[in-house]
């Protein structure tokens, strides 16, 4: 074999000396760090010692990696991509902490909250030393909200936030929640420390997806905040959904990082297991598999890599990276589907990683814009016809 199996197209070829360093750095710290351990954290639903692993991926830089100052180390989209993919390669858990802290909670900060908040929380958060979270979805909205029911009333000069969130990464870690609260100027960002009387997150238990990340439930009973609490700026929808096109742009990369670990492995598999006194690999079924899988790996990392170019050169379209999450999640996850199939009984055990990565990709099908939300964006774009409500 001439290439690397993992990159029959030369993908390689197109990336920078600078950018197959970070991409390995990655892969090599979380080879020793992380992989040994994240089966049974998934098993037990439990992250050891998740502070100190924040602390760690700050020291390598990886904590809003591509966002400039305040401590944050200024890299490039793709330079993102490639250490997100190398993330959810270990687990779409891990990938998650990363994107919510960098992408969502200190995006918002950087993008529009006030020079205090900035000073206040981003040096921290590059640096692991403090977790964030970001509370969008409600119990009873998710894919839709705009029909969110938090709110925050003024009281004099203080702002007191009534409501619940649900679904949220990081909660019951977080030292500082974003959360988006219906106003009377429209829906309104603010910025909550959790030792505020009145926040609460209670964590959700009985999940059998991304059980090495904490999701949580944000209770806003009565959270009184200075008047400076919230983002300045920005009012309505505008605000969250612009920090959704920076966590979907991880997932388009991260997503194709479970698909590797599933193809990878049951190319592997297909090898050295024997039927019917020949390899697996050997049966013209099981090449079929693996060559269908192969081919949506290159073209789902084309497509990453063109849309991190775009993003870096500033020409990206919010309706691109719902193509790029819509393809890349979807074809991620019949991989790793397909991957469980070749490795038969053995696909269900955690003694390997396919089954994990697929039970983790049906969260990452849904969150960050379900796909058939996305499927509804790039409808609209090809009709001009909106076909949400
Ligand atoms: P619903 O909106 O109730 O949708 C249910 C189904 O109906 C879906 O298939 C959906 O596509 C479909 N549907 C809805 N409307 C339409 C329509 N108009 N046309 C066609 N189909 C439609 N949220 C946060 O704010 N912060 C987080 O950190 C966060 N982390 C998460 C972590 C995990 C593990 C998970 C599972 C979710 C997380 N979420 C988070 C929530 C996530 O973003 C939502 O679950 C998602 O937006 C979908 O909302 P929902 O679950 O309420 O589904």
Redesign the pocket.
């Known amino acids: 074999m001439d290439r690397n199996p993992l990159d029959l197209a030369g993908i390689d070829d197109l990336l920078s000396d600078e950018e197959k360093a970070i991409r390995d750095s990655t892969r090599a710290f979380l080879d020793k760090r992380v992989e040994p351990h994240v089966a049974d954290w998934f098993e037990r639903g439990e992250v050891d010692d998740i502070r100190g692993l924040a602390r760690e991926l700050g020291a390598l830089g990886l904590l809003g990696m591509h966002l400039e100052g305040y401590g944050c180390a200024g890299l490039s989209s793709v330079d993102y991509g490639l250490a997100c993919l190398e993330l959810e390669a270990t687990d779409s858990g891990i990938r998650?902490l990363v994107s919510?802290q960098g992408s969502?909670a200190m995006f918002a900060i950087h993008r529009w909250g006030s020079e205090e908040h900035k000073q206040e929380w981003l040096p921290r958060m590059a640096a692991g030393e403090a977790i964030g979270?970001?509370?969008?979805?409600e119990p009873d909205?998710?894919?839709?909200p705009g029909s969110m029911r938090t709110r925050a009333r003024r009281d004099g000069d203080d702002w007191v936030l009534d409501g619940a969130?649900m679904?949220?990464?990081n909660g019951s870690i977080a030292d500082v929640a974003v959360v988006w609260a219906q106003t009377d100027e429209g829906i309104r960002g603010f910025v909550v420390p959790t030792d505020t009387p009145g926040f609460s997150a209670p964590l959700i238990k009985h999940?059998m997806?991304?059980r090495a990340?904490v999701?949580s439930e944000l209770v806003l009973d009565g959270v009184r905040l200075p008047a400076e609490a919230v983002f300045p700026e920005v009012r309505g929808l505008k605000g969250p959904l612009s920090c959704l096109t920076e966590a979907r742009y991880g997932i388009v990369w991260g997503s194709l990082g479970a698909a590797r670990s599933s193809l990878e492995t049951a190319r592997r598999y297909a090898v050295e297991r024997h039927q019917f006194g020949r390899p697996l690999a050997g049966f013209q079924l099981t090449q079929q598999k693996l060559a269908d899988m192969a081919l949506e790996l290159v073209k789902g990392q084309l497509l990453a890599l063109h849309l991190g170019r775009r993003k870096d050169a500033g020409t990206i379209t919010p309706t691109q990276v719902s193509l790029g999450k819509l393809n890349n999640i979807r074809e991620s996850l019949e991989i790793c589907r397909t991957a469980r199939t070749i490795l038969g009984a053995n696909g269900i055990s955690l003694e390997y990683p396919v089954i994990r990565h697929m039970n983790n990709l049906e969260?990452v099908l849904?969150?960050?814009?379900?796909?058939?939300?996305h499927t509804?964006v790039v409808g609209e774009a090809l009709t001009g016809v909106s076909a949400?409500?």
């Open positions: 998650s919510v969502l979270c970001f509370g969008l979805t909205h998710g894919s839709d969130k679904w949220i990464t999940k997806s991304l990340s999701t969260s849904t969150y960050e814009g379900t796909v058939e939300m509804l949400f409500r």
